[in-house]
């Protein structure tokens, strides 16, 4: 299945120098987590999470209890956290070792249920407050029945509480984001009074680092900094890409002027032109909003703008002004800055285009 001409291209050391980056910024004692959900958003889950182990991360966190799960077979001793563990896989994910974030009632009492009929003792849980994303998490009023759940039971341990900003990258939000770290001190000050032990505490993503860095707790979660975005022109400068997306040109063709390229003939050519076709499709993760025109790839350091649909498999670009040949190595994502640009255009973020690279391209680790 694997496409071996189109290949995401993944830098540990890239991903090296933006953990040293983060971790500068950081208070000695702060510890990082690294959020490795999605593939290692779309890179290489398990390439990246071995490497934030030696690194010295303190903590990782997916989404889901499959992609912890691919982790623990690989070798991955750290602590994962699971960030929407499903009712039905808590067996799995006791069996992995890996730890729940509990946000509800619901996802609490079945998970004592399902601990409880283990031996266990400590199981380290992880308790959500929703403090105005309103995605996931208890609210201040749980408290004290969730207090009175937990002091009835020695299966678990609390090993954390946390929750999550809503618009961490947006100064114009400033003022709601300093209201969400504040309800969650209240809430953190509350428990930890009524529960007698202190679990570890902390709220801030990437963007929550570079913009509210005096509330970093005891830990942050960082993921999209990891991979290379600061979510601001002037951190993502000093990061380095970790994924470099890089095809081959498989064929030229010369168009005439009246010819059409693709399908549905959406583009005809008004001149003779140049086209080049590149293995790498909308199943790819190339969405077809960056067809006609809008998107772009690098050959020979030159743009070469999609012509016509983006196909499933394939795209054609115009090389008429650009000295190639059938062969030569191109870039699909080339740096941030053409991410940036073609998620702009594409009206996204750069999160929805790394994560949108396809199981079927090759993955390489350099
Ligand atoms: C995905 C996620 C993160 C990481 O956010 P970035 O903006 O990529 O740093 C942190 N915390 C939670 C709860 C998440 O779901």
Known sequence: MMNHVSVLEISLAALQHNYNFFKSRLLKSTKILGVVKAFGYGSESVAIAKHLETLGANYLAVAYVKEGLVLRKAGVKLPILVLHPQIAQFDLL?????????????????FLNMVSKTKLDNYPIHIKFNTGLNRLGFVVDDISKIISILKATTSVKLASIFSHLAASEDLSEKAFTLNQISQFKAIANTLIKELGYTPMQHILNTSGVVNYSESQFDMVRIGIGLYGFGNEENITKQLELVGVLKSKISQIHNIEAGQTVGYNRAFTSATAIKTATIPIGHADGVSRQQGNGVGYVYINNQKAFIIGNVCMDMLMVNVTDIACAEGDAIFIYRDQAHIEDLAAKQNTIPYELLTAISQRIGRKIV
């Open 94 to 110: 006791i069996e992995n070792c890996l730890e729940p974030n509990l946000y509800n009632f619901r996802s609490l009492e079945a």
